[in-house]
């Protein structure tokens, strides 16, 4: 189940930030990476600016994915 129906916060999945400034810079959405995560991938960060997360981004849900490789 997604940590988010909990209140919390999701986890960031993917994203490229400025190293001088900090801001998130865009990497053309975060669609392509819905499919590791149930369709839950998100865009959290302000528009131009993508910042991927989902509430399924836990280890244990990883493990399942990478089948502890």
Do not use: H, M
């Not at 400034?21 to 995560?37: D, E, V």
């Not at 302000?46 to 502890?68: E, F, H, K």
Request: charged letters at 15%; proline letters at 3%; one cysteine or more.
């Amino acid at each position: 189940s997604s940590r988010t129906r909990l209140g919390e916060k999701p986890d960031t999945v993917v994203g490229r930030k400025n190293a001088n400034t900090g801001k998130y810079l865009s990497i053309g959405g975060c669609q392509a990476f819905n499919g590791l995560f149930k369709g839950s991938v998100s865009n959290i960060g302000q528009a131009g600016a993508d910042n991927c997360a989902s509430g399924l981004a836990r280890p244990t849900y990883w493990t399942v994915q990478t089948q502890n490789r």
